[in-house]
T-cell receptor
Framework: GQQLNQSPQSMFIQEGEDVSMNCTSS?????WLWYKQDPGEGPVLLIA?????ELTSNGRLTAQFGITRKDSFLNISASIPSDVGIYFC???????????FGKGITLSVRP | DADVTQTPRNRITKTGKRIMLECSQT?????MYWYRQDPGLGLRLIYY???????NKGEISDGYSVSRQAQAKFSLSLESAIPNQTALYFC?????????????FGPGTRLTVL
């Protein structure tokens, strides 16, 4: 089946640093989504990407839909303590609205 | 008020008990989903429903059943709970418009089966 690969499982950065996360697949997706999950809460959508090559920003967050449609990245600039959480990528082929999720990256930010 | 709500938020039960988790939404979306989350495994789809008369199995439906009582309500049942069903459970909704694959999640239910 389709799989999305996110690694490493955990990342540790210093407050103020930039961080980049990749999500890769052997399959093509028509939509890429990035979610963040705070402890004890459900995932919240950060950025949605619908076109290959698309680059979209949301505040300090920037995400890109890879040209091959098999990958995406999320960049967080000037990290702050509230960026702590689990970041999931998700992809859809558009066929039936089902999403395939990566296993997530747990981000820790040291003050 | 939250668009997607789940009850209860936390539940502790014993092996063999029947449990129902409920999800309600005010987003007006036709499509609803149930996921479970386990540490290091991400989100896995249990069941999904594209409208009131439509129910589909996801990748890990064994041991679970669902009921779509109305457009706004989608319940997940564990007929006879077992310890390896201890997990975080999330309900989600989405809009069936073309290109609208974004799913919106509830706050989750933490279920512990002893």
């Amino acid at each position: 089946g389709q799989q999305l690969n996110q690694s490493p499982q955990s990342m540790f950065i210093q407050e103020g640093e930039d961080v980049s996360m990749n999500c890769t697949s052997s399959s093509i997706f028509n939509t890429w989504l990035w979610y963040k999950q705070d402890p004890g809460e459900g995932p919240v959508l950060l950025i949605a990407l619908y076109k290959a090559g698309e680059l979209t920003s949301n505040g300090r967050l920037t995400a890109q839909f890879g040209i091959t449609r098999k990958d995406s990245f999320l960049n967080i600039s000037a990290s702050i303590p509230s960026d702590v959480g689990i970041y999931f990528c998700a992809g859809s082929t558009g066929a039936n609205s089902k999403l395939t999720f990566g296993k997530g990256i747990t981000l820790s930010v040291r003050p | 008020d939250a668009d997607v709500t789940q009850t209860p938020r936390n539940r502790i039960t014993k092996t063999g008990k029947r449990i129902m988790l409920e999800c309600s939404q005010t987003k007006g979306h036709d499509r609803m989903y149930w996921y479970r989350q386990d540490p290091g495994l991400g989100l896995r789809l249990i069941y999904y429903s594209f409208d009131v008369k439509d129910i589909n199995k996801g990748e890990i439906s064994d041991g679970y059943s669902v009921s779509r009582q109305a457009q706004a309500k989608f319940s997940l049942s564990l007929e006879s709970a077992i310890p390896n069903q201890t997990a975080l459970y999330f309900c989600a909704t989405s809009d069936p418009s073309p290109g609208e694959d974004t799913q919106y999640f509830g706050p989750g239910t933490r279920l512990t089966v002893l």
